[in-house]
Structure formats: structure tokens, C-alpha cells
């Protein structure tokens, strides 16, 4: 059941399954400066993979967590269909903000990287997850939630 909601999570074309997308909630903080830049360029580089139409490059990326849950195939066509071939006409950073623990409950050390950004004529945040796996970080979700211009989400009922 836990994978079938995850699937369809990802089909939503709004987010994976990892982190609620409340991410306030949790206690955030900028964390090691080093960190802080590394993963600004890790989420940058994930994102710059899904732009070019290069989903197949992200799974090496994706951490063990969503690696138990989703099979590749999962985790490609959540993408796909997420991004519906949309390319962003513009993304700016909001920030990067670390924390210890996820909405889920997971302890661990992670950071929450934001982006405001365009697809069109409509505004999202981009939230990219990472986990410190080893010395690598790691994708552990991808969110792309309603926002106005200036990142902050809307609210849906």
C-alpha cells in the first residue's frame, strides 16, 4: 500500500515522497558553510540533469532511501510526469537549510535546498532533499510545490 500512495505521489506531478512539503515545520538551519555550498551545487547539478531532458542521469544521484521504496523505472516516469516536459523559463536560489531530522520521523543529516522558479506562466517552489551518505550527498526527494513569485508556497486545500 506504503508503495502504491508513493507511486502515485509521484505521478501527481507535484512531489516525491520523502519530506512533507512543510518543510517550516522541521528545525532548519543554514549548517556547515562547506555543506551548505556543496549541496547548493549537488541540487544544482540534479536539476540541471532534469532541464536537459536527462531523468536516466538522476538514479546514480537518488539516496538508499528512495532507492528501497521506487524501482528506476518509478522514479524516471515520476519525474517525467512531475515536469510534464516543462522547462523553467527562469530559477533563482532561495536557500539552503540543514536538518537532523525529516517530517518522517528519519534521523539523519540532511539539507533542504529551495528554489523559486518559473515553468511558464505559472510560479513554484523546487525542493530538492539530500542526505550525507558516506562522503556523498544524495537525492532523497524533489518537490516542486504552487508558489507565488517570490517562493512562497500557496496554499491548497
Request: glycine content about 8%; proline content about 4%.
Amino acid at each position: 500500500m506504503k508503495r502504491l500512495l508513493l507511486a502515485l505521489a509521484l505521478v501527481s506531478g507535484f512531489a516525491l515522497p520523502v519530506v512533507a512539503p512543510h518543510a517550516a515545520e522541521a528545525k532548519l538551519e543554514a549548517g556547515d558553510p562547506a555543506e551548505n555550498k556543496a549541496v547548493r551545487v549537488v541540487a544544482m547539478q540534479f536539476l540541471q540533469e532534469i532541464d536537459n531532458d536527462r531523468v536516466g542521469n538522476t538514479w546514480p544521484m537518488v539516496g538508499n532511501y528512495l532507492r528501497g521504496i521506487l524501482t528506476r523505472a518509478e522514479w524516471e516516469k515520476g519525474i517525467v510526469d512531475a515536469r510534464a516536459s516543462r522547462d523553467p523559463a527562469s530559477r533563482d536560489l532561495i536557500g539552503a537549510f540543514f536538518t537532523r531530522e525529516l517530517d518522517d520521523s528519519r534521523d539523519g543529516h540532511f539539507f533542504i535546498v529551495a528554489y523559486v522558479s518559473r515553468f511558464g506562466a505559472n510560479w513554484y517552489q523546487e525542493r530538492v532533499i539530500l542526505s550525507l551518505q558516506g562522503t556523498q550527498w544524495k537525492v532523497e526527494g524533489y518537490w516542486m510545490l504552487p508558489s507565488d513569485k517570490d517562493g512562497n508556497q500557496l496554499k491548497t486545500d
